[in-house]
């Protein structure tokens, strides 16, 4: 296993336009996690999913902002409309379930990001 | 609510010296504490973690931290700093029942080292 791969690592674009953002986690890890980070700041969580099923959404996931893991493998994260304080590092994790080790608990396997420049 | 706060944004040392890298929680129960650090345009890598036991544990590239519950501190230490540790680093805070799903990171320690 590779590891948590990210696509696109670098993404220009423009005010109003659409972007997508690809997530492929660690094969044998129930949990992908969505995670953004701004300049100067820590990763602020986004939204989770268990296999396929989105568990969680921060109040930071305005309506412009989707996600989804459609097979409970790969994730996309979508945003529309973009404005240019949606410019940032977009971060996926994935981890194993609590419970399946201690040692797996919320232990978080990070990729190397999405950054997303808003012109 | 949990929260995290690391009260250096910025810290420089020489090659070869200590470091210490300081981190404080808030958090109602017994928490899970991490140590995370992030090079220039990667992710964020594990460095060590604390779930319970002994309060000094070891993580990778030689750096330890010790949790201590009356300060409510996670402190990241290394007795000899190389230069390839330059990086930023993050202390985040989750809970130790596994009922919540999601870490809170601090704001991050940008570690330059001198040669």
């Known amino acids: 296993d590779t590891g948590v791969s990210q696509d696109p690592r670098h993404k220009i674009t423009k005010r109003g336009q659409n972007v997508t953002f690809r997530c492929d986690p660690i094969?044998?890890?129930?949990?992908l996690y969505w995670y953004r980070q701004t300049l100067g700041q820590g990763p602020e969580f986004l939204t989770y999913?268990?296999?396929?099923?989105?568990?969680?959404k921060s109040r930071l996931l305005s309506d412009r902002f989707s996600a989804e893991r459609p097979k409970g493998s790969f994730s996309t994260l979508e945003i529309q409309r973009t404005e240019q304080g949606d410019s940032a590092m977009y971060l996926c994790?994935?981890?194993?379930?609590?419970?399946?080790?201690?040692?797996?608990?919320?232990?978080?396997?990070f990729g190397a990001g999405s950054r997303l420049t808003v012109l | 609510a949990q929260s995290v706060t690391q009260p250096d944004i910025h810290i420089t040392v020489s090659e070869g010296a200590s470091l210490e890298l300081r981190c404080n929680y808030s958090?109602?129960?017994?928490?899970?504490l991490f140590w995370y650090v992030q090079s220039p345009g990667q992710g964020l890598q594990l460095l060590l973690k604390?779930?319970?036991?002994?309060?000094l544990v070891q993580g990778i590239k030689g750096f330890e931290a010790e949790f201590k519950r009356s300060q409510s501190s996670f402190n990241l230490r290394k007795p000899s700093v190389h230069w390839s540790d330059a990086a930023e680093y993050f202390c985040?805070?989750?809970?130790?029942?596994?009922?919540?799903?999601?870490?809170?990171f601090g704001s991050g320690t940008q570690l330059t080292v001198l040669p």
């Open positions: 994790a994935s981890s194993p379930i609590p419970g399946q080790g201690v040692s797996g608990a919320n232990v978080l396997t």
């Open positions: 094969s044998e890890h129930n949990r």
């Open positions: 985040a805070v989750g809970p130790s029942s596994g009922s919540a799903r999601q870490l809170t």
């Open positions: 604390y779930f319970s036991g002994d309060t």
């Open positions: 958090y109602g129960a017994t928490p899970y």
């Open positions: 999913f268990q296999n396929e099923a989105q568990l969680e």
